[in-house]
């Protein structure tokens, strides 16, 4: 049963932990969604364009530069939180076909009810795990598969695959594209396992994120563009030295060299991500 305090936050149990929904003291309409302590969403009711998070910004980046600007696509959004980019798409193109696999039921019924999203026969939401989804897709139904699952701020092991990647390459198309959400820091070991085992079914690939953590220095997110075929480097290079916090993109030989000596994984020796440091999430109360 959810609960209001200061006025305006929402507390809430879900299947996978405590929610807040917490204002954003700057924007008007704006939503900050926390998962035990953890920012997990911003989405801004307004105005659907505005993205808050880095990362977010680098994977909607990524959407704009994949095919023509406005032009519709079919969309497999794996993890769904509030959904912020399924909106971002609906935005910058209408009429795209979206699926949203979300594993936590009671979180989906909560951001319906409090940050409601606007109807729109072509958004589904299913509540299920992302690989049971993928493993029920048809083959080559979408031009793009985004993957921002994430269970106690850690991706969960069963989605880290070689055999998950598999399935990821088998529903898109052959000129579709695979977008994922990578956290971790030092020394990276599971950023770099996951691009060397992505690229091994999708092998034209960049990486793009902070000079920082792609250096190994800090923990953070990184945006993984896999295809196969060759990604917009030139056009994510000068997006991502734009933005707000100014990032960075690897690809060709950097790439290579980032990734070297990584293994591919596999179900059998499969683990879930990197655990973020205690205290690395604040967000203003």
């Known amino acids: ?27 008007p309409g704006s939503w900050t969604v926390l998962l035990d302590g953890a920012p997990q969403s911003h989405v801004d009711l307004t105005d659907p364009t505005h993205l808050e998070f880095e990362y977010v910004r680098r994977l909607a980046a990524a959407l704009d530069l994949i095919a023509p600007a406005g032009a519709p696509l079919r969309v497999l959004h794996l993890g769904g939180g509030a959904l912020t980019l399924p909106r971002y798409v609906t935005a910058t193109r209408p009429g795209s076909t979206q699926r949203v696999s979300e594993v ?16 729109d026969s072509r958004l589904r939401v299913r509540v299920a795990d992302a690989r049971v989804t993928l493993t029920a897709s048809r083959d080559a139904s979408y031009d793009v598969v985004v993957a921002d699952v994430f269970a106690g701020a850690r991706t969960p092991a069963h989605l880290t695959s070689v055999e998950y990647a598999a399935e990821v390459a088998r529903v898109l198309r052959p000129d579709g594209w695979y977008l994922a959400n990578i956290a971790d820091g030092p020394p990276l070991r599971h950023a770099r396992a996951q691009v060397a085992t992505v690229r091994s079914v999708l ?26 075929v060759e990604p917009p480097v030139p056009e994510l290079t000068r997006r991502a030295a734009g933005d707000w916090f100014p990032g960075r993109v690897l690809a060709g030989e950097e790439l290579d060299r980032f990734a070297g000596g990584a293994g591919v994984v596999r179900d059998a020796d499969a683990t879930a991500s990197t655990p973020p440091p205690p205290g690395i999430f604040s967000v203003r109360r």
């Open 203 to 228: 092998p034209r690939a960049c990486l793009v994120g902070d000079a920082a953590v792609l250096r190994g220095r800090r923990y953070g997110n990184l945006v993984l563009v896999a295809g196969r």
């Open 104 to 119: 936590d039921g009671a979180l989906v019924e909560l951001v319906r009810r409090a940050l409601p999203w606007p109807t």
């Open 1 to 27: 049963m959810g609960r209001r305090r200061d006025a305006d936050r929402v507390v809430e149990q879900v299947d996978t932990g405590q929610a807040e929904l917490v204002p954003d003291p700057d924007r």
